[in-house]
Structures are given as structure tokens and as C-alpha cells.
């Protein structure tokens, strides 16, 4: 961080696609700031950029869309060495998260899929809250069952690794996380090391779980209206 500046509260890089306009469009005009009024937010602690990767065909017709978008809106971080693709999610995570950091210094950050309607100022007190906890991991958690017959969705090609009860960790929903700046300090500083499974959301807490984490059961996190409170929806 540079002498002076003051650190962040939190980046939150929503997890977008090529195919995706229509959902930018729809974050843009309900809870995501846009131009002079995305500029005040950061000014106030908050970032928030679209995250895409590259077309595996380089400046193909989907690249340049995106550039076009970038041009129009300024509101992208592209992962430039990562090429776009839904089989690749895990690993978009961690070239986000290994990226980021580089390049934003804050307390937190925040993964958010482009499906999510965020109530972006009871976001931020939470967040606010927890400023100065280490090593936080925050989410709707949940554990599960290891899909071992290929072919399946959710098929997990590693799963003689989870034993033989066959039964996921917990682990934060890949929708909606956050982290905080140590863990993701330490994701950055490892990422060639770190291993990724079949979903993001599983790769995610891999990482987590051999660390001393602070595992935060965010119940608001799970983008449903059966809980109070919820500061999520899913379109």
C-alpha cells in the first residue's frame, strides 16, 4: 500500500461472461453504482468490477465485445491470462484472487456471481463490522455428497480424496464469499501450489481448510427469502 493511502474496505469482483450483457445490464441499473457515482464508491472505501477472462480464440468476436463494453462502461477487471470457460471456474477463482490483491489493497474481497441481486449498503455494514478479525471466511456453508459416477452433474473426478464416507467439507456456496486480505494474501503468494477440484466453491474451501480460519456461517449470504434479514436474491 502506498504511504498515505488508505487501505479499502472491500473489492467485490462480480463473476461475468461473454454471454452475460443482459445480467450486467440488470446489475448496473439496480444495486451496482455505474460512472461518477461507481468512482464516489470507490472514493468511500468500495470497489466493485465485473471479472472476465479472455476468449480461448484471442481477438475473436467475443473479445471485442468485451472491449467495446470495457470502453463504454470502464467497470471490468480482465483476467488476462485466463481463458473464459465454464469448466474453468475454479481456476478463474484463483487467477482472480491471486489478481485482485495486486491490484487493489483492501480488507476484503468479495466473489459474487452475475445472478445475484446484492443489497449493497447492509453489505457493507456487515463488512464494516468484521474490520481488523483475521483470516475470515464468510458465506451460506454447506457441506454435501461426493458425486463419484462420471457422467453425473457435479460429477467429482477426485473423489477417492474425500474418503469413504464420500462427503464434501464445509465450505462457503460459490455464489456469494468473501475473504478476507490474509487468506487471499496467502492464495496469491500460493497459487501455483494450489490444487483445484471440479467446482469452485470446493476448490475454494480446499484452500481454507488447512489454514486457522475463521469460518463465519452467514446465513444472510444464502440468497433466499426463507431467511430474515437476507441481503441476497437471486434473479
Not at 467495446?68 to 469448466?87: G, K, P, Y
Not at 489478481?99 to 447492509?122: N, R, T
Not at 464494516?128 to 455428497?145: D, F, H, T, V, W
Not at 452433474?153 to 464434501?168: H, V
Request: proline residues 3%.
Amino acid at each position: 500500500m502506498q504511504p498515505g493511502k488508505k487501505r479499502l474496505l472491500a473489492v467485490i469482483g462480480i463473476n461475468t461472461g461473454f454471454g452475460s450483457r443482459l445480467n450486467r445490464n440488470r446489475i448496473r441499473n439496480t444495486w451496482m453504482p455505474t460512472g461518477q457515482a461507481l468512482r464516489k464508491l470507490e472514493e468511500e472505501g468500495i470497489v466493485v468490477r465485473f471479472v472476465v477472462g479472455r476468449s480461448a480464440n484471442r481477438g475473436d468476436s467475443l473479445d471485442r465485445q468485451i472491449n467495446v463494453e470495457i470502453q463504454e462502461t470502464n467497470d471490468f477487471l480482465v483476467l488476462e491470462s485466463h481463458e473464459e470457460a465454464t469448466e474453468e471456474l475454479p481456476q478463474k477463482a484463483k487467477f482472480f484472487f491471486s489478481s485482485v490483491v495486486e491490484y487493489w489493497d483492501a480488507d476484503f474481497y468479495v466473489k459474487v456471481d452475475d445472478s445475484i441481486f446484492l443489497k449493497l449498503d447492509e453489505f457493507v455494514k456487515i463488512l464494516a463490522n468484521l474490520r481488523g478479525r483475521p483470516r475470515i471466511y464468510m458465506g451460506c456453508m454447506k457441506s454435501g455428497e461426493v458425486i463419484n459416477e462420471e457422467g453425473q452433474q457435479w460429477y467429482e473426478p477426485n473423489w477417492w480424496k474425500f474418503g469413504d464416507e464420500k462427503s464434501y467439507f464445509r465450505h462457503a456456496a460459490a455464489p456469494f464469499y468473501v475473504l478476507s486480505r490474509d487468506l487471499v494474501r496467502y492464495i496469491n503468494i500460493n497459487s501455483d501450489s494450489l490444487n483445484t477440484y471440479a467446482h469452485e466453491d470446493i476448490s475454494v474451501g480446499s484452500w481454507m481448510i488447512g489454514l486457522d480460519t475463521q469460518y463465519i456461517a452467514e446465513k444472510r449470504f444464502c440468497c433466499s427469502s426463507i431467511y430474515e434479514d437476507e441481503i441476497c436474491s437471486i434473479a
